[in-house]
C-alpha cells in the first residue's frame, strides 16, 4: 500500500498504458487529450460515471464507446449520486493494482489539483477483489446514455459560462534533447531554431493527419517493436507531444538518465512553450518540434538532486509529464546550484 499525493496522474497513466483490462467508476469525467489517448489504447475499459453532463465531456466518452469500451452512467435520480474515485487494472503479467482517493479523471484531479489517493499493488488481491465485486454491482445498477441529450445538456452549460480572459491551467514537462541514451544531441538544433522536438525521423506524414491504425502502421514500417503495447506507448508520446502541449506551458530540458547513473545531469534550459505544434516536413533532424522562449542554464546539476526534486530515480523517456510542485523544486535546485 503506498500513500500519493505527488505524482498522481504519472503514476495513473503509467499504469493504464501497461494495463490489459481497466475498471473505473467516478464522479467526473473531462479529460485533456493525454488521459483521452491512453484511455483509448487499454484493449479492455469498463467506465461507470455521474449523469452529471454539466462537467463530464460526453464528446471524449463517445471517443471511448467509438473504441468498443464499455462507458454506462449512474442515475443519480435512481439512489444517490455516484461521487466515488475508483480504479483497478490487470497488467500484462497477470497482476492487479488499485487507486482509491479523491481524483476523478480530470486534468485538475490528476495533474494540478491538492488530491490524496491510495495505491494497492498485487499484494492487497483481496481487498482489490472485494472493489471488484462493488464496482460490478455499480456497473450493473447502471444505465446506457442518450448522448444526443448528454450533448445538450454539456454545450447548454458551455455556451452560458462567462468568458474569462487571462485564465489558463498551465502544463509542465521534461523533454530530452538526445536520441537515446548515447545517441545525437540536438541541443544546438533546439537553441538554433528555438525549439522543442521530439524523434520518429522517419514518419513521413504530420502524425496528426493519421489516426492510430495508421500511425501503428507507419511506425511498424519505419522501426523494429517487440510488441503492439511498445508501438501504442510511442503513439502516447507522440500524441502528448503533438496534442498536449500548449502555449505558455513550462519544459526543462536537460539529458536523461538511467537508474543506476550516478553521474552528473545537464540541464540545458528552462523554456516556454511560444506557439503551436509544426511538423517540419523539411527539416533534416527531427520533424516534429514546438517554438519555445528559453532560460538558458547550461550546465550540470547533481543527479540526487535533480531525482529528489522530480521524484524520478530513472529519466529515460522522451518526455515526461510533472506537475507545478515538481517543476517549482526543479527551479529551487537550479537557483540553489548557481
Same mark, same amino acid.
Given at each position: ?44 475499459? $469498463? ?23 464499455? #462507458? ?6 435512481? #439512489? ?12 500484462? +503479467? ?26 494497492? +499493488? ?55 534533447? $538526445? ?31 493519421? +489516426? ?80 519555445? =522562449? ?8 547533481? =543527479? ?5 526534486? #522530480? ?17 517549482? $523544486? ?5 537557483? +540553489?546550484?548557481?
Amino acid at each position: 500500500m503506498e500513500f500519493l499525493s505527488d505524482n498522481i496522474g504519472d503514476k495513473l497513466l503509467e499504469s493504464l498504458r501497461k494495463s490489459t483490462e481497466v475498471f473505473a467508476a467516478v464522479a467526473y469525467f473531462s479529460p485533456d487529450q493525454e488521459i483521452l489517448e491512453t484511455l483509448k489504447s487499454i484493449p479492455k475499459l $469498463r467506465l461507470t460515471i455521474s449523469d452529471d453532463f454539466i462537467i463530464n465531456n460526453p464528446y471524449h466518452l463517445l471517443e471511448l464507446a467509438l473504441k468498443k469500451h464499455e #462507458i454506462k452512467v449512474f442515475n443519480s435520480g435512481n #439512489i444517490a449520486k455516484l461521487h466515488s474515485k475508483v480504479f483497478i487494472g490487470k497488467l500484462q +503479467n497477470g497482476k492487479w493494482w488499485g487507486m482509491i482517493g479523491s481524483a476523478n479523471l480530470t486534468y485538475g484531479g490528476l495533474f494540478s489539483n491538492k488530491e490524496a489517493c491510495i495505491w494497492l +499493488n498485487e499484494s492487497y488481491s483481496d481487498t482489490i477483489k472485494r472493489i471488484k465485486s462493488w464496482m460490478d454491482n455499480l456497473h450493473e445498477h447502471a444505465e446506457n446514455q442518450d448522448w444526443s441529450l448528454a450533448k445538450s445538456i454539456y454545450d447548454q452549460h458551455k455556451s452560458i459560462l462567462p468568458k474569462i480572459k487571462g485564465i489558463k491551467h498551465h502544463k509542465f514537462w521534461v523533454i530530452k534533447c $538526445r536520441s537515446g541514451s548515447k545517441g545525437v544531441n540536438y541541443w544546438q538544433k533546439f537553441l538554433s531554431e528555438k525549439v522543442v522536438a521530439i524523434g520518429w525521423h522517419d514518419i513521413k506524414t504530420n502524425p496528426n493527419h493519421l +489516426n492510430e491504425t495508421e500511425l501503428i502502421k507507419e511506425l511498424k514500417h519505419h522501426y523494429r517493436y517487440n510488441s503492439t503495447k511498445a508501438v501504442k506507448q510511442d503513439i502516447a508520446t507522440i500524441r502528448q507531444f503533438s496534442q498536449g502541449i500548449q502555449k505558455g506551458d513550462k519544459v526543462i530540458i536537460c539529458n536523461g538518465y538511467p537508474a543506476k547513473s550516478t553521474a552528473n545531469v545537464y540541464v540545458y534550459a528552462l523554456a516556454e512553450i511560444d506557439g503551436t505544434f509544426t511538423y517540419d516536413e523539411v527539416s533534416t533532424w527531427w520533424k516534429m518540434k514546438i517554438p519555445v =522562449k528559453m532560460h538558458l542554464i547550461e550546465r550540470y546539476i547533481p =543527479k540526487h538532486l535533480i531525482v529528489n526534486a #522530480i521524484n524520478k530515480e530513472s529519466l529515460m523517456k522522451t518526455m515526461h509529464h510533472i506537475d507545478s510542485a515538481t517543476y517549482d $523544486r526543479f527551479r529551487e535546485v537550479i537557483n +540553489n546550484e548557481n
